[in-house]
């Protein structure tokens, strides 16, 4: 494999993974947030699960912006 071909099979992986990362807060997180009854406690939970999510969308930044062929 050379390395423009591993260089945007880890682009591409990295966008799927930032993408999905970005939906699943989208359409799981925030709705799931929203049902808690205590406003302290839904803020205590979202920031809770989003600085778990924050390292993974650094890293896929990163790692997509590295690999950028253009």
């Known amino acids: 494999m050379d390395e423009i071909t591993l260089a945007r099979t880890l682009?591409?992986?990295?966008v799927v993974?930032?993408?999905?990362?970005v939906g699943f807060v989208t359409t799981v997180l925030l709705p799931s947030?929203?049902?808690v009854a205590d406003p302290?406690?839904?803020v205590e939970l979202f920031e809770e699960i989003?600085?778990?999510f924050a390292w993974?969308?650094?890293?896929?930044?990163?790692?997509?912006g590295a690999t950028d062929c253009t």
């Open 50 to 52: 989003e600085r778990r």
């Open 17 to 21: 993974l930032w993408i999905g990362g």
């Open 11 to 14: 682009h591409v992986l990295g």
């Open 33 to 35: 947030v929203r049902r």
């Open 40 to 42: 302290a406690s839904r």
């Open 56 to 64: 993974q969308a650094r890293g896929t930044t990163l790692l997509v």
